[in-house]
């Protein structure tokens, strides 16, 4: 069984800055790919940034010298720092890893979620 924890979200005005990080654990042989991703009231779920086991990043347009995605490999977990926040960042963030267990080979697994609002 595969876990993936978020802290981090919460409620801050425009132009602030939060900090978002994920913890996976569970019966885990190798983490590829990891992200985050986010889900507006009534849109679609959205990449937010994604980041490979070699450090490799991805960042959606919107988000692009705003966003910084980082991992620890060694911990298994991802951290995505989230500066100049705009109204339009509000969303639930998921956060998602590529991983090999015990019984599946590069399952897709997501955290519960963490809501983030940017709100004066």
């Known amino acids: 069984q595969v876990q993936l924890v978020e802290s981090g979200g919460g409620l801050v005005q425009p132009g602030g800055s939060l900090r978002l990080s994920c913890v996976v654990s569970g019966s885990i042989f190798r983490v590829y790919a990891m992200g985050w991703y986010r889900q507006a009231p009534g849109k679609q779920r959205e990449l937010v940034a994604s980041?490979?086991?070699?450090?490799?990043?991805n960042y959606a347009d919107p988000v692009k010298g705003r966003f910084t995605i980082s991992r620890d490999n060694g911990k298994n977990t991802v951290t995505l720092q989230m500066n100049s926040l705009r109204l339009e960042d509000t969303a639930v963030y998921y956060c998602?890893?590529?991983?090999?267990?015990?019984?599946?080979?590069?399952?897709?697994?997501w955290g519960q979620g963490t809501q983030v609002t940017v709100s004066s």
């Open positions: 980041i490979t086991s070699g450090g490799n990043t």
């Open positions: 998602n890893a590529v991983a090999d267990t015990s019984w599946v080979r590069r399952g897709d697994y």
